[in-house]
T-cell receptor, first 112, second 112 residues
Framework: AQSVAQPEDQVNVAEGNPLTVKCTYS??????LFWYVQYPNRGLQFLLK??????LVKGSYGFEAEFNKSQTSFHLKKPSALVSDSALYFC??????????FGSGTKLNVKP | SQTIHQWPATLVQPVGSPLSLECTVE??????LYWYRQAAGRGLQLLFY??????ISSEVPQNLSASRPQDRQFILSSKKLLLSDSGFYLC???????????FGEGSRLTVL
């Protein structure tokens, strides 16, 4: 079985500070991992993915994520947060049958 | 370029009434199609998954059904809505082969 866990319901950070949103995964076989962002009453927008290759993946809007196989983690990071980054963030894993399973989401609050 | 459309955007229905939510994809052929439900603005639950016309995989037993009458059309239905069917329904498409999912803007259903 495959699953992802986002241990933090909410993350608060000041504008200009670095941010990290945590994700751990459980999957049999090679992991296919994704991060999405959701603004209120909107669909999810794709940020980045890890399929294979470099452990540090760069994505949209200055976000990046680090794949750590030994810790089974795929944390989302950004060096300098913006107020406009405030949103709901989802980690997801894809299984061998192309089904995607999402974490419970982490609300990011960036304060000016 | 590919686009995905969902409608209606919002819907208020009485308990016991039928439901039909529609999703169409443009600019691609033979997509994998997905229906998710998001309750209380948080985690996404995979409801249905389809790899082709007439091929539907149901993830959880429930009051809903899905159909795929055409290659790029995916319909979510119910014969009799329950209060617990309220939520934000998201359609998504993907190509498989390690690719990400692309989401529609969602349909908010309120059952009274």
């Amino acid at each position: 079985a495959q699953s992802v866990a986002q241990p933090e319901d909410q993350v608060n950070v000041a504008e200009g500070n670095p941010l990290t949103v945590k994700c751990t995964y459980s999957v049999s076989g090679n992991p296919y991992l994704f991060w999405y962002v959701q603004y209120p009453n909107r669909g999810l927008q794709f940020l980045l993915k890890y399929i294979t290759g470099d452990n540090l993946v760069k994505g949209s809007y200055g976000f990046e994520a680090e794949f750590n196989k030994s810790q089974t983690s795929f944390h989302l990071k950004k060096p300098s947060a913006l107020v406009s980054d405030s949103a709901l963030y989802f980690c997801a894993v894809r299984n061998n049958f192309n089904k995607f399973y999402f974490g419970s989401g982490t609300k990011l609050n960036v304060k000016p | 370029s590919q686009t995905i459309h969902q409608w209606p955007a919002t819907l208020v229905q009485p308990v016991g009434s039928p439901l039909s939510l529609e999703c169409t994809v443009e600019g691609t052929s033979n997509p994998n199609l997905y229906w998710y439900r998001q309750a209380a603005g948080r985690g996404l639950q995979l409801l249905f998954y389809s790899v082709g016309i007439g091929q539907i995989s149901s993830e959880v037993p429930q009051n809903l059904s899905a159909s795929r009458p055409q290659d790029r059309q995916f319909i979510l239905s119910s014969k009799k809505l329950l209060l617990s069917d309220s939520g934000f329904y998201l359609c998504a498409w993907g190509t498989g082969a390690g690719g990400e999912l692309f989401f529609g803007e969602g349909s908010r259903l309120t059952v009274l």
